[in-house]
């Protein structure tokens, strides 16, 4: 049973940051490296999501696409197929999209402190896209797995989405048996 709720929380974490790390770091480049319109009001809203609690985000995401959600009584009055978020892509999806602005700051940050000298260096040799690619991204991938490492914290400690999600993880599974006055601790005697 310990294995199996390992996994599922194994599989969340990767889940989570197969959407998270590219769509942040996306947005990170986004809004550091480039001059688009708007990137001042994209990062503010960004920030500003931060600082909503997962609990708040996934009743959101829960009563737009969820077994009651406006969207799904919208398209199937008698719920006659299965909502958009349900289980495992409900938690997942939510997850990753929460992850989001914590990636885009964390790479964001590492991404201006690319020295620009070499930057400048490379775009006298190279096309900007590969300057990008091959010099800017190149320095802050530790600041990807830093956030990776941060989403995967995220997951394995919140059990706010697994649960609304009916979903079953290692952190669900603590909670319960500490709610219930089972959980053994080690030294414990009793």
């Not at 620009?116 to 530790?142: I, Y």
């Amino acid at each position: 049973r310990l294995a199996g709720l390992l996994a599922n929380t194994a599989w969340l974490v990767c889940g989570a940051c197969a959407i998270a790390i590219p769509v942040g770091t996306f947005c990170a480049v986004a809004i550091v490296k480039t001059n688009l319109p708007g990137r001042y009001v994209a990062a503010l809203l960004l920030a500003s999501v931060v600082f909503a609690p997962l609990f708040v985000q996934a009743a959101a995401w829960d009563s737009g696409f969820g077994m009651q959600g406006w969207y799904t009584l919208a398209t199937n009055p008698r719920l006659t197929a299965s909502p958009l978020l349900v289980g495992w892509p409900a938690a997942i999806w939510v997850h990753g999209l929460a992850a989001v602005p914590w990636v885009a700051l964390i790479v964001g940050v590492s991404l201006r402190n690319v020295e620009p000298e070499l930057e400048e260096d490379a775009v006298l040799l190279v096309p900007p896209g590969a300057v990008l690619w091959k010099v800017s991204t190149r320095r802050c991938l530790m600041a990807m797995v830093v956030a990776g490492l941060w989403v995967a914290i995220v997951c394995t400690a919140e059990i706010s989405v697994t649960d609304l999600f009916q979903v079953r993880t290692f952190a669900e599974e603590v909670y319960t048996q500490s709610s219930l006055g089972t959980l053994d601790l080690p030294g414990d005697n009793g």
